[in-house]
């Protein structure tokens, strides 16, 4: 419910569109999982009623990906930001989908490690 729900305008036109050239296509609604186990009821949900999944972080990206071509929920994930777990010794860090890049590297600061832009495998 609110305020992890959203199906206003405004909220939605911001959700349906990233850094690409694809023109804006908002989803039906956008919500705001706090958890894994959200995420897990929000997805069984939408599979159940055949309703698409459109995943959102910051809204960055240049591949289109965050349009919602055919309509659906915008899971943005934003407010699942928690960084678990870091080790030195393998350099792994556990984070939630929400954590930004700037995020992490203040997190990073002061131990000799940083994520630069481009890096692949965050997760």
């Not at 419910?1 to 690409?20: I, K, L, M, W, Y």
């Not at 050239?21 to 609604?29: F, G, I, Y």
């Not at 459109?54 to 928690?82: H, I, K, W, Y």
Request: charged fraction near 15%; include cysteine.
């Amino acid at each position: 419910g609110a305020p992890n729900v959203s199906t206003a305008t405004a909220v939605r036109e911001q959700h349906g569109h990233d850094e690409s050239m694809h023109p804006c296509a908002p989803p039906d609604a956008v919500v705001w999982p706090l958890s894994v186990g959200h995420v897990q009821e929000l997805a069984a949900l939408c599979y159940r009623c055949r309703v698409p999944m459109v995943p959102f972080g910051t809204g960055t990206g240049l591949e289109g990906g965050v349009t919602a071509v055919q309509g659906g929920v915008c899971f943005n994930l934003s407010r699942m930001d928690t960084i678990a777990e870091l080790s030195l010794e393998d350099f792994s860090v556990t984070v939630e989908p929400g954590v930004t890049r700037k995020a992490l590297n203040s997190h990073l600061r002061g131990t000799g490690l940083w994520f630069p832009v481009g890096t692949v495998g965050i997760g």
